[in-house]
C-alpha cells in the first residue's frame, strides 16, 4: 500500500531533550515536506526537500533541522525543544513539486512541557 | 504577511446544494493552486488543483475557478453531501525563486447538513 508513515505518533517530552520524528514514504518520490499545524491556522512549511542531499527552509524553519540522505525518509530533528514547538507536525511526500498530489502522512502529535 | 487566506472559517449548507469555499492570495507568482481536505485525527487529502495558467479544472463533483486578475480562487462542490464535512485547506505552491514552497492558508470548516 502506497503510503508515507511518521513515528511516533503521539510524543511528551520535556524542554532541551534532543529528538527526532521519523518520515519514510514508499512511492519513490522525489519531493517530501515537514509541516506543523497549530491550533485554529493552516500548515505552516517548516523544510522541504527537492530530492536527495537537497533541503530548503520553509517559512517557520527555526528550531528544527532536517536530513535527506536517501530517498524515502526525511525526518524531523529538533536539537533544544521548546513548549513553542507543541504542535500537530505532518509530513508529506509527492513525484515532484507543483501539480503533483502531496501525499500526507497521519500527523505526529507533539507535547514539549 | 500571510500570504494565502481563506476568510470564511465555517461554512454550513444543506446537502444536494452546493458550497463554494473560497481563498485569496497575494502572491502573482504561484504556479499552482490545490485544495485540501482533511478529516479529524487524519493528515490531508488532495482534492484538485489548477494551473496558474488555466482559470478551470473540473473532477466529478468539484470545481476548482481561478480569477488572477482578482487573485482568487472558489472550490465548488455539487451537490454537497454528508461526507463531505471537513476542513478544506487552499493552498499555494512554488513561485520563480522557491518551486518547492508551499502555502496554505488557514482552512475553512465545512458543515454539509442533511
Known amino acids: 500500500e502506497a503510503q508515507v508513515t511518521q513515528n511516533p505518533r503521539y510524543l511528551i517530552t520535556v524542554t532541551g531533550k534532543k529528538l527526532t520524528v521519523t518520515c519514510s514514504q514508499n512511492?519513490?518520490?522525489?519531493?517530501m515536506s515537514w509541516y506543523r499545524q497549530d491550533p485554529g491556522l493552516g500548515l505552516r512549511q517548516i523544510y522541504y526537500?527537492?530530492?536527495?542531499?537537497?533541503?530548503d527552509k520553509g517559512d517557520v524553519p527555526e528550531g528544527y533541522k532536517v536530513s535527506r540522505k536517501e530517498k524515502r525518509n526525511f525526518p524531523l530533528i529538533l536539537e533544544s525543544p521548546s513548549p513553542n514547538q507543541t504542535s500537530l507536525y505532518f509530513c508529506?511526500?509527492?513525484?515532484?513539486?507543483?501539480?503533483?498530489?502531496?501525499?500526507f502522512g497521519p500527523g505526529t502529535r507533539l507535547t514539549v512541557l | 504577511d500571510q500570504q494565502v487566506k481563506q476568510n470564511s472559517p465555517s461554512l454550513s449548507v444543506q446537502e444536494g446544494r452546493i458550497s463554494i469555499l473560497n481563498c485569496d492570495y497575494t502572491?502573482?507568482?504561484?504556479?499552482?493552486f490545490l485544495w485540501y481536505k482533511k478529516y479529524p485525527a487524519e493528515g490531508p487529502t488532495f482534492l484538485i488543483s489548477?494551473?496558474?495558467?488555466?482559470d478551470k479544472n473540473e473532477d466529478g463533483r468539484f470545481t476548482v475557478f481561478l480569477n488572477k486578475s482578482a487573485k482568487h480562487l472558489s472550490l465548488h462542490i455539487v451537490p454537497s453531501q454528508p461526507g463531505d464535512s471537513a476542513v478544506y485547506f487552499c493552498?499555494?505552491?512554488?513561485?520563480?525563486?522557491?518551486?518547492?514552497?508551499?502555502?496554505f492558508g488557514d482552512g475553512t470548516t465545512l458543515t454539509v447538513k442533511p
Open positions: 489548477i494551473s496558474s495558467i488555466k
Open positions: 493552498a499555494a505552491i512554488g513561485d520563480s525563486t522557491n518551486a518547492g514552497k508551499s502555502t
Open positions: 502572491n502573482s507568482m504561484f504556479d499552482y
Open positions: 512511492m519513490n518520490h522525489e519531493y
Open positions: 526537500s527537492m530530492n536527495v542531499e537537497v533541503t
Open positions: 508529506a511526500s509527492s513525484f515532484s513539486v507543483g501539480a503533483d498530489t502531496q501525499y
